[in-house]
């Protein structure tokens, strides 16, 4: 715990020069940043040089045959330093010009205004190669502030057959609603007192796919107690109560969960990552047998969210930011991309590359190419949550927490949003 808190003190600390740094340009390096006639790049990648150094140094190298003006710098930056990392370089004189950052990093650094808006470095037609949800969630006051890079795909829904049929319901016509998935799950328990539904509950994505906000336009306000979503928060609590959600469903780390498809007491999953597969071939091979994969349960107009990605980011500092850029477009092409996911499960963000037979003709064989397939027809509707408001993950979990207490019945739905509300506003107010 020492640690952490000197790692927070440390990052505030950091923070508290950035808004100096935005707008600092006579601290720039001398000279041209140039090494000979070339122009030098550093370009910062987090975690990927022990198992992909050959894929990266591949692109480096193609890029430097096709633009040889150009030199790449290449940093891979362990994880859980980038963003401080990244934060303590724009104090320096040198900064690097293409930067891997999550897109929870962006949440926190963007309203610093030290980061190069993205759509004023390169041309509309070029950003649109990507998936426009994922351009639209980036982009902040009109300012693209990353371009999107890979992440973990859509998420999936996943039902149980063996026990939808036990229960008298039919496999394939599964849940499409929020609804219609905790009427099933109260059913279930019902004819199967040992069973349970699933373990979703109202988090801010899910709020996202069923089209109810979170801040209002200007993101100064939270909004998420209005009576729309307090009825939607209700049917959680309800289902809470009648076993369409699983006791255990309330666990603050959700690696522990109660009930479970391995122990045959989960029924559905309605958005679920699809990781969560291997997991369950590796750990009841049995039990994966019976898992149908489904589209994921959303709102009316199939909006579905993640919570985040990894994009690139080029900083105000850079003395090359349009050639930065540039190259940010080359790593994330459609091509880089494809070949990137054909060495490693990730899911591409350009829409080309979804079109690839490699993601587009899959043959079924097995449940992960079932998964592949609906990701890649639902990615088109796809969101990245980010709200790009300070303390974001902080408030994140606070509002978490008000919806344990209101599943458990020590807050009303109305009282854990009024009360999330409140919270929230006090810091954005703070923020200001």
């Known amino acids: 715990m020492k640690g952490k808190k000197l790692a927070a003190f440390i990052l505030v600390f950091l923070l508290a020069f950035i808004p100096l740094l935005a707008c600092s340009n006579d601290e720039k390096a001398s000279g041209d940043g140039k090494n000979g006639n070339k122009i030098e790049l550093e370009f910062w990648t ?8 050959d894929y990266i140094q591949g692109m480096i190298s193609d890029y430097e045959k096709a633009n040889p003006n150009v030199k790449i710098k290449w940093v891979d930056v362990p994880g859980a330093d980038a963003s401080k990392k990244f934060l303590t370089s724009l104090q320096s004189k040198k900064v690097p010009d293409v930067v891997n950052l999550a897109s929870s990093d962006i949440s926190m650094i963007q309203q610093y205004n030290v980061l190069s808006p993205i759509n004023k470095l390169v041309s509309k037609d070029e950003l649109n190669a990507y998936i426009p949800g994922l351009i639209d969630s980036l982009t902040f006051q009109d300012e693209l502030q990353g371009l999107p890079w890979y992440y973990g795909g859509p ?25 219609e998935s905790l009427k099933n799950g109260k059913l279930i328990h019902e004819k199967l007192p040992k069973v349970y539904g699933s373990n979703d509950l109202p988090g801010i994505e899910v709020f996202v796919s069923q089209g109810l906000p979170i801040l209002n336009d200007d993101h100064t306000k939270a909004v998420f107690n209005s009576d729309e979503h307090v ?31 391995e122990n045959k007491q989960q029924a559905q999953a309605g958005q679920s990552v699809a990781a969560a597969l291997l997991n369950l071939e590796k750990n009841a091979p049995n039990e994966i047998t019976k898992i149908k994969v489904t589209k994921p349960v959303t709102g009316g107009d199939g909006t579905i969210a993640v919570k985040a990605i990894q994009t690139f980011v080029v900083p105000k500092k850079s003395e090359h930011p349009k050639e930065a850029a540039k190259f940010a477009l080359f790593v994330t092409n459609a091509k880089n991309q494809l070949d990137f996911a054909k060495i490693v ?3 591409p ?51 978490t927490e008000q919806i344990r207490a209101a599943m458990m019945g020590e807050l009303s739905a109305k009282e854990a949003l009024d ?12 923020q200001k």
């Not at 959600?245 to 666990?251: H, K, L, R, W």
């Not at 890649?376 to 979990?397: F, S």
Request: charged share 30%; no cysteine; hydrophobic share 30%.
């Open 349 to 399: 963000s350009t829409t080309e590359t979804l079109e690839d037979p490699f993601f587009k003709e899959s043959k079924g064989k097995t449940i992960h190419d079932e998964a592949r397939k609906i990701m890649v027809e639902t990615a088109p509707h796809l969101k990245v949550n980010i709200l790009g408001i300070k303390d974001e993950e902080k408030l994140r979990d606070y509002y």
């Open 419 to 430: 009360k999330s509300v409140d919270y929230w506003n006090q810091a954005l107010k703070n």
């Open 155 to 179: 998420p999936i829904g996943t039902i149980n057959t063996e026990i939808y049929k036990k229960a008298g319901l039919d496999a394939d016509n599964p849940p499409k609603t929020w609804e």
């Open 46 to 53: 987090i975690n990927l040089k022990k198992n992909f150094n």
């Open 231 to 261: 009825k939607f928060v209700q049917m959680f609590v309800d289902g809470y109560k009648n076993g369409a959600i699983a006791p255990g469903a309330v666990t603050k780390d959700d690696r522990q969960l109660q009930q479970t498809y």
């Open 345 to 347: 499960p990730i899911f």
